[in-house]
């Protein structure tokens, strides 16, 4: 394996790692962290929302920041996961497939491990939007290969 390949591989064990990491903390530790970070949102844009009859409480954007970080977590895996496999494997016909099963299997595991977790619970929903978060990665790496691109505005 070349040293190009053995970095993007290196790069999304590092990722996978922080994912399993950030599921194995306890419930407590998960709950706070993230409360911290819905706290300092929340006072940023209430009052931005408020001038479009838009009303934000502090659940609902702990709720909205907990799911987008699933989202954007396994959305870059599945990116990354599609790019190493580009870069070490010469059957371009099943990076996606193979990417998929990674997302997948990853996904479904972290979510094994927040079973058994103090004050955490394993979710099939979890999995499933993990999922979508990987499939949007790894398909916006896979156009990107293929050269699609938004028009330029010409």
């Not at 599609?82 to 099943?94: D, E």
């Not at 479904?108 to 929903?125: I, N, W």
Request: hydrophobic letters at 55%; charged letters at 15%; aromatic letters at 10%.
């Amino acid at each position: 394996m070349r040293s190009h390949e053995l970095a993007a591989w290196a790069v999304v064990v590092v990722w996978t790692m922080l994912i399993i990491h950030l599921g194995a903390q306890s419930g407590e530790v998960s709950v706070s962290t993230s409360a911290a970070v819905a706290q300092k949102v929340t006072e940023a844009v209430t009052s931005a929302a408020a001038t479009v009859n838009i009303e934000l409480t502090f659940e609902s954007v702990h709720a909205f920041l907990r799911k987008s970080a699933h989202f954007f977590l396994y959305a870059s895996l599945g990116l990354l996961v599609y790019l190493a496999l580009a870069k070490s494997w010469r059957v371009p016909r099943l990076w996606v497939p193979f990417a998929f099963l990674a997302v997948v299997l990853i996904a479904t595991t972290d979510e094994s491990v927040q079973a058994f977790t103090p004050g955490r619970v394993g979710s099939m929903r979890d999995v499933f939007l993990d999922t979508a978060g990987g499939l949007l990665g790894l398909t916006l790496a896979a156009l990107a290969k293929k050269g699609i691109s938004a028009p330029s505005g010409r």
